[in-house]
């Protein structure tokens, strides 16, 4: 079945860089986007960004000078960077998997989510 | 960047009662998608597509809408209906998440 788990450090300070792993099962990278998206007590749900099943990137400009998203697909994981955390970073941050479905009227969604890793920016 | 606003922010409704969350997006998007989010769970998709149930959602929500007017409707009100609802458009980059409509019991 398909399983998404977040994994990140729980505290990290102001200045420093986010890494977070998506560790997944049940479906191949290499055939979905995997987004990150994150929920602040500040500005609610934001999606972050994309890796294509090919490998390349989108970024939400809101994160784009500060984001890097990758993944190594031999070992069934995504990543996320952000660096020059601020305490306005706090929050959730969940990693998810979109499908397109490509009929008439074709969409996007996002349709299984990790459980999420709360992280918190503060010295 | 589409800005999607929805109301009411809260409302309780009584068992049994019909109930509308509206999500109005500041342009036109093409589909809408809804999803649930209960206290300390993630999101979990609810509505795909403006109107397709999720699996396991119950037949008396509905989705419905076009343009920059999208709505979920719960048809008779129950209690494990008590969540936050958001609306996500995927349509154009930005992709966007409502506020949200916490939707609790009376």
């Known amino acids: 079945q398909v399983q998404l788990k977040e994994t990140g450090p729980g505290l990290v300070q102001p200045t420093q860089t986010l890494s977070i792993t998506c560790t997944v099962s049940?479906?191949?990278?290499?055939?979905?986007?995997m987004q990150w998206v994150r929920q602040t007590p500040g500005k609610g749900l934001e999606w972050m960004g994309f890796?294509?099943?090919?490998?390349?990137?989108e970024y939400n400009s809101e994160f784009k000078s500060r984001l890097s998203i990758s993944r190594d697909t031999s070992k069934n994981q995504v990543f996320l960077k952000m660096n020059s955390l601020k305490t306005e970073d706090t929050g959730v941050y969940y990693c998810?998997?979109?499908?397109?479905?490509?009929?008439?009227?074709?969409?996007?969604?996002?349709?299984?989510w990790g459980p999420g890793t709360m992280v918190t920016v503060s010295s | 960047e589409i800005v999607l606003t929805q109301s009411p922010t809260t409302m309780a409704a009584s068992p049994g009662e019909k109930v509308t969350l509206n999500c109005l997006a500041s342009?036109?998007?093409?589909?809408m998608n809804w999803y649930q989010q209960k206290s300390g769970a993630s999101p979990k998709l609810w509505i795909y597509?403006?109107?397709n149930l999720a699996s396991g959602v119950p037949n008396r929500f509905s989705g419905s809408g076009s343009g920059t007017s999208y709505s979920l409707t719960i048809s008779s009100m129950e209690a494990e209906d008590v969540a936050t609802y958001y609306c996500?458009?995927?349509?154009?980059?930005?992709?966007?998440f409502g506020g949200g409509t916490k939707l609790e019991l009376k």
């Open positions: 597509g403006t109107s």
């Open positions: 049940g479906f191949s990278l290499t055939s979905y986007y």
């Open positions: 998810a998997r979109a499908v397109r479905y490509y009929g008439y009227n074709p969409y996007w969604y996002f349709d299984f």
């Open positions: 890796i294509r099943s090919g490998g390349s990137t």
């Open positions: 996500l458009q995927l349509s154009s980059y930005p992709w966007t």
């Open positions: 342009s036109s998007v093409s589909y």
